[in-house]
């Protein structure tokens, strides 16, 4: 599975932005899709994951009520909808696929290339 994310780029505090993800592959709707996410100086951190339907959501305390994770299993991707953004939301954002809703990284199997949201103040 080869992933490629893209929708970053630069919003103002308390804004939105939507980030997505598009597989390549026969395979998309067997893995579960997650997020991650990488500040400067900082370690990768879980920040959300949706299973194979999209039925089933977890997310990162740190977004819950603001980000919303989903996907379209006929296109390929997942989504990841960023609301009430804040500076500390600012990172490189990962897609990442995985046999199982988890929220450690050594749990993925393939990751996306990554993309940059800045979040100004």
């Known amino acids: 599975v080869q992933l490629q994310a893209c929708g970053g780029g630069l919003v103002q505090v308390g804004g939105s932005m939507r980030v997505s993800c598009t597989a390549s592959?026969?395979?998309?709707?067997?893995?579960?899709m997650g997020w991650f996410r990488q500040a400067p100086g900082k370690e990768r951190e879980f920040v959300a994951a949706v299973g194979w339907r999209g039925f089933s959501t977890t997310y990162a305390d740190s977004v819950k009520g603001r980000f919303t994770i989903s996907r379209d299993n006929a296109k390929n991707t997942v989504y990841l909808q960023m609301n009430s953004l804040k500076p500390e939301d600012t990172a490189v954002y990962y897609c990442?696929?995985?046999?199982?809703?988890?929220?450690?990284?050594?749990?993925?199997?393939?990751w996306g290339q990554g993309t940059l949201v800045t979040v100004s103040s």
């Open positions: 990442a696929a995985s046999k199982t809703i988890a929220r450690i990284t050594y749990e993925y199997d393939y």
């Open positions: 592959g026969q395979t998309f709707s067997t893995y579960v």
